[in-house]
């Protein structure tokens, strides 16, 4: 498949690219720094492009099969990962494809007797106001989706924990947090990554949003 990754030398976006590599997939990966793009592993199979998402046109974006929305922000730029996904759902409504895959954040799972989002469990502690935007918008982001109907997406939240490290075994779910028979709720970017191309080589999801973590 030709696959296009946004966001490709971030920690999810490089994992996602190596393993799409590895698999003999074609990618096309998105990025701001070329110096970065220079970093991802050389292959024959593997076209950068450094330039900013926003300004993907939709024949570039018809081109491909699949497009991974792995675009990481600063917080007090948060917002984009609602204007991203807003303007790459504008572009393909009542398309067949591309499909879009969104990598979301943890806050938008359910967790608790109560069932409450987990964001607010990060909303609620002060030393996390650095970066409380990141998970706000992302729910934002997924209540956007969960809105559209007339095209072909998915969303992966990884567990509260989203490191770099290689793939383990895999747990599945849907809208709750998952945690390991230890209590740790971890997703390691290389866990995300066989996740992400599991998915986009058989796909089980469409327009809803699954979870993965680390067992």
């Known amino acids: 498949m030709k696959i296009m990754i946004i966001g ?12 799409a590599l590895e698999r003999g997939h074609d990618v096309i990966a998105i990025g701001r720094s070329e110096e970065k793009l220079a970093n991802l592993p050389a292959n024959a199979h593997l076209e950068t492009r450094a330039k900013d998402a926003f300004s993907l046109t939709l024949p570039e974006l018809q081109t491909v099969d699949v497009v991974v929305d792995a675009m990481a922000t600063s917080p007090d730029k948060a917002y984009l990962h609602v204007d991203l996904a807003t303007k790459l759902v504008s572009q393909l409504r009542e398309r067949q494809q591309p499909r879009l895959v969104f990598i979301l954040g ?15 469990d990060i909303e609620s502690d002060p030393a996390n106001a650095s970066f409380v935007a990141i998970p706000q918008n992302q729910l934002a982001e997924l209540n956007f989706l969960r809105t559209v109907t007339n095209v072909d997406w998915v969303g992966i939240s990884p567990a509260a924990n989203f490191t770099p490290g290689p793939a383990t075994a895999i747990q599945y779910g849907h809208d709750t947090l998952l945690t390991d028979a230890n209590g740790d709720s971890t997703t390691n970017s290389g866990t995300m990554a066989v996740a992400v191309l599991d998915e986009i080589e058989q796909p089980q999801h469409h327009q809803e949003r699954f979870t993965v973590a680390n067992q």
Not at 8 to 19: E, P
Not at 106 to 120: I, K, N, R, Y
């Open 8 to 19: 490709a030398t971030g920690m999810a976006g490089s994992a996602i690219t190596k393993l």
């Open 106 to 120: 943890a806050g938008s799972l359910t967790t608790g007797d109560d069932a409450h989002l987990f964001v607010h």
